[in-house]
């Protein structure tokens, strides 16, 4: 029972401990199984490791409230996607809106035992496709990450989504041949091999 002299904090963390305590086996399950999908989708929506971190953990706090409904979902792993990236773009709004994202910088160089050129070609291949990736309308770049970056399957994409799985496919087609279209044009044939 929680005190009357306790603030909300600590509410909050005596709840918790009390769901946690009834409902452990289901969500330890599903924070076992799921965790490293729940972090890739956060993510892919917030290119930060940090934020994604904060909004997994959201996640599964979030699936702690269902108590022992969990055990009844039959696809946990769609129903936790969702909510994940639900969490992930409601989290990448509100940054968006509070301030201007800091560009990141470059990472250090590790020795990989190839030269220190090909490790920066690469860095910067990525960042153009980054880049490019994040050019996209919305209703593209949703699809085509969650699809093919995630490999979240069509029907699962279309839930999440809101939208058939003809769409899913349309769209993930549609943002390749865009993607590859750029990047032609910035590079030329040779670069991209």
Known sequence: MIAESAVPGEALKLAQKALAQQDGDSLETA???HARLVYRIAYSVLRNSADAEDATQEVFLRALRYGKKIARISDQKAWLARIAWRVAVERHQALTKTSARAVEALESLVSTGRPADHA???????????????????QLRDALVLSTLEEIAPREVAEMLGISQAAVR???????????DRLLALTGPGMWI
């Open 170 to 180: 349309s769209r993930s087609f549609r943002a390749r041949e865009i993607l590859r």
């Open 31 to 33: 924070v076992r199984e």
């Open 120 to 138: 920066l070609l690469e860095q910067e291949r990525s960042a153009v496709l980054e880049q490019l990736i994040s050019a996209l309308l919305a």
